[in-house]
């Protein structure tokens, strides 16, 4: 538990999860929505993947990624996640800035 909250105790990660809760992201779309670089979304990406909390998807040279709802803490996962209001100030700025794959 200590684990999960650790990884889930960042917001960026959080906001992330929250995002692949709904659907799946490629690593670009993450870049924009974000205004982070690639190189730091995909450090949070590691640590998420390596949490077991979410797949990765290769298609090419592009990596999408969403929720795994197979991993042991995906109840608890849910239970947090649940807990970030859909009008919530940053998840809809996160999703203002969505932009189509341009990964295709």
């Known amino acids: 538990m200590t684990g999960c909250l650790k990884i889930l105790s960042d917001q960026t990660r959080l906001m992330m999860m929250k995002l692949f809760f709904e659907k799946e992201y490629c690593v670009c779309q993450l870049v924009d ?16 993947k390596n949490a077991g909390f979410v797949n990765e998807d290769r298609r090419g040279q592009w990596h ?41």
């Open 64 to 104: 999408y990624y969403s929720i795994n709802e197979s991993c042991p803490e995906f109840d608890t996962l849910q239970l947090i996640l649940h807990q970030i209001d859909q009008e919530d100030e940053l998840l809809l700025l996160m999703k203002k800035r969505e932009t189509q794959s341009s990964c295709k």
């Open 33 to 48: 929505m974000f205004d982070m670089s690639q190189p730091a979304i995909s450090q949070h990406l590691r640590k998420l």
